[in-house]
């Protein structure tokens, strides 16, 4: 028997369809706000991210084409794991280039902290290895960031191509209501 408790969220915004209807009936192009976040993002293949699916023809791809990956990488404050906790960068990551090593990742940066618990990010992008930074779109968001739009870029601060091991830098301008 499955049974469903439902409780109610202890997000710092209500995301309740009553609370958004209610929202909704106050907005004005001129209250739009300005958020800009620095974090950084924890990924280890094999942990915070795995394969899903794979070509049959992956595996003679010098670019991995087809290669399918979904991930759920934690956001820091700071470089180290240990620092304060932000969130997590969860989405897939596709490598979706014929000619060089790049992936498509859509995601969403989902955020635990006080401030933003609750709210959400979505994102999309192209990320071609050979660059040193990248940049992706802010496509929407909920909660605090609601009709959200504007920037993600990110760039290594650490990477091990043995271990799988990756920390990003991550900067987000969003605006948003
Ligand atoms: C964030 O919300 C969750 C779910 O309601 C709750 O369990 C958690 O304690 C909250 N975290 C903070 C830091 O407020
Ligand atoms: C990557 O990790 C391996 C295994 O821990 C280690 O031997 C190697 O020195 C690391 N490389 C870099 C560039 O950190």
């Not at 280890?44 to 290669?67: N, Q, V, Y």
């Not at 180290?80 to 906790?85: A, C, L, N, V």
């Not at 090593?101 to 618990?117: A, C, G, L």
């Amino acid at each position: 028997m499955i049974s469903i408790v439902i409780t109610t969220c202890n997000c710092a915004i209500d995301q309740s369809p009553k609370a958004v209807r209610k929202w909704a009936k106050t907005l004005n192009p001129a209250n739009q706000k300005l958020t800009k976040l620095h974090f950084f993002c924890h990924h280890l293949h094999g942990a915070t991210a795995t394969t899903i699916a794979k070509a049959t023809s992956t595996d003679a791809s010098p670019t991995f084409f087809g290669l399918l990956d979904t991930r759920d990488d934690p956001l820091t404050l700071g470089p180290e794991e240990s620092s304060e906790r932000l969130g997590y960068a969860q989405g897939i990551s596709a490598a979706a280039s014929l000619e060089e090593i790049s992936s498509f990742d859509p995601f969403t940066f989902v955020f635990t902290s006080k401030e933003h618990n609750g709210s959400t990010l979505a994102a999309l992008g192209s990320c071609p290895i050979s660059r040193p930074s990248c940049e992706a779109a802010v496509v929407g968001g909920s909660g605090g960031f609601r009709l959200a739009r504007g920037s993600v870029t990110s760039k290594s601060y650490y990477m091990n191509f043995t271990t799988g091991k990756a920390i990003l830098e991550i900067s987000v301008v969003a605006l948003h209501y």
